[in-house]
């Protein structure tokens, strides 16, 4: 049932939305789950009126499929849309860390050492939910530091479908061990203060997320086909 704060003035709607949203982007609501109006509305205590809303606004964000007579179901994203969302991030990341090379302040620098921190360490306990946390701060604030507006903007418009990628990816892939190392080359890449050497670094991390997904999907296809 959703929490309703008196402090918070949004409409009904508006939080029904919300919370439908976060719920398939961390992947509470696994893809292809059935959105069912009646039950949603009976999880939440609203009528089905705010869930039809929402669902209709969550279609045309791409995050719900509506079929005719069948239902609303999350949307599915397979690996062609995860190779197609690290595509758009190793070139944009690669970008803002070149610029963060000249343009991270000290300051900044050393926040990042701590988040780096945070994230090895909860790899090392295997804290899935703190991984996703650090792990989407240490590449937001890269790009923060980069200071460049038109830059933000456009890693903005992507950060929902990379959310909905990073809950899905430590999920399924194994590959979190060698983040601490990849991370640690873009740091020091960055405090260098070589541009090209940090872009490569950011690059080679990213690509490397982009070929355990086009394996891994290798992998479920010819499992699938057994």
């Known amino acids: 049932m959703l929490n309703f704060d008196i402090q918070n003035h949004k409409p009904l709607r508006e939080m029904v939305y919300?919370?439908?949203?976060?719920?398939?982007?961390?992947?509470?609501?696994?893809?292809?789950?059935?959105?069912?109006?009646?039950d949603l509305a009976e999880e939440m205590g609203v009528s089905r009126t705010p869930i039809r809303e929402a669902i209709r606004k969550l279609e045309k964000e791409g995050l719900v499929t509506i079929e005719p007579r069948r239902g609303a179901y999350a949307s599915m994203i397979s690996t062609q849309d995860m190779v197609e969302i690290l595509e758009v991030r190793q070139d944009l990341e690669g970008l803002a860390a070149y610029f963060a090379a000249t343009r991270m302040t000290p300051v900044e620098m050393e926040e990042l050492r701590e988040v780096a921190?945070?994230?090895?360490?909860?790899?090392?306990?295997?804290?899935?939910?703190?991984?996703?946390?650090?792990?989407?701060?240490?590449?937001?604030?890269?790009v923060d530091s980069c200071n460049n507006k038109?830059?933000?903007?456009?890693?903005?418009?992507?950060?929902?479908?990379?959310?909905?990628?990073?809950?899905?990816?430590?999920?399924?892939?194994?590959?979190?061990?060698?983040?601490?190392?990849?991370?640690?080359?873009?740091?020091?890449?960055?405090?260098?203060?070589?541009?090209?050497?940090?872009?490569?670094?950011?690059?080679?991390?990213?690509?490397?997320?982009?070929?355990?997904?086009?394996?891994?999907?290798?992998?479920?296809?010819?499992?699938?086909?057994?």
């Open 18 to 38: 919300e919370e439908l949203k976060i719920q398939i982007l961390t992947g509470a609501i696994v893809p292809g789950t059935r959105m069912m109006e009646v």
């Open 117 to 142: 921190d945070h994230y090895n360490e909860a790899v090392a306990a295997g804290n899935m939910k703190d991984m996703i946390r650090y792990d989407t701060q240490f590449h937001r604030m890269i």
């Open 150 to 226: 038109i830059l933000v903007n456009m890693v903005e418009q992507l950060q929902e479908l990379v959310l909905r990628f990073r809950y899905i990816y430590y999920d399924n892939f194994k590959g979190a061990e060698n983040m601490p190392e990849e991370h640690r080359e873009i740091i020091e890449a960055i405090a260098s203060g070589d541009e090209t050497r940090a872009r490569q670094a950011a690059d080679v991390h990213i690509d490397r997320l982009k070929q355990m997904v086009i394996e891994e999907g290798v992998q479920q296809n010819l499992v699938s086909e057994e």
